[in-house]
């Protein structure tokens, strides 16, 4: 199993522009569909980006669409989010999570097909 650890968290301003990390080990992320997902208080896990295994192409919730941007250091086995312009509305533990390759194009936002999740980093907004 690879494991995954998140970093970058802490407590932020409104219009900041932090940087999440992930680091994986165990096994590569370069050959997996690999994304972010966030939970605030009192809701449910949401799907925030994500790239898939075939042809490395991102995906986006509308709500960060614009703002946020992910990517990976396939020389670092790395995955990151960029976050711009960060919102009151954006706090939230932040996970990443990957697959063992074999998650779907139509299962791409729903965490429930992801394999390997990290323990996630808490991102709080100030206004």
């Known amino acids: 199993q690879i494991q995954l650890v998140e970093s970058g968290g802490g407590l932020v301003q409104a219009g900041d522009s932090p940087r999440l990390s992930c680091a994986a080990s165990?096994?590569?992320?370069?050959?997996?569909?690999v994304a972010w997902f966030r939970q605030a208080p009192g809701k449910e896990r949401e799907f925030v980006a994500a790239i898939f295994r075939t042809y490395g192409r991102t995906y986006y919730a509308d709500s960060v669409k614009d703002r946020f941007t992910i990517s990976r250091d396939k020389a670092e086995n790395t995955l990151y989010l960029q976050m711009n312009s960060l919102q009151p509305e954006d706090t939230a533990v932040y996970y990443c999570?990957?697959?063992?390759?074999?998650?779907?194009?139509?299962?791409?936002?729903?965490?429930?097909?992801?394999?390997?999740w990290g323990r996630g980093t808490q991102v709080t907004v100030s206004p």
């Open positions: 999570a990957a697959d063992n390759s074999r998650l779907i194009f139509s299962s791409l936002r729903i965490g429930e097909y992801y394999d390997n």
């Open positions: 165990g096994g590569t992320i370069n050959s997996r569909t």
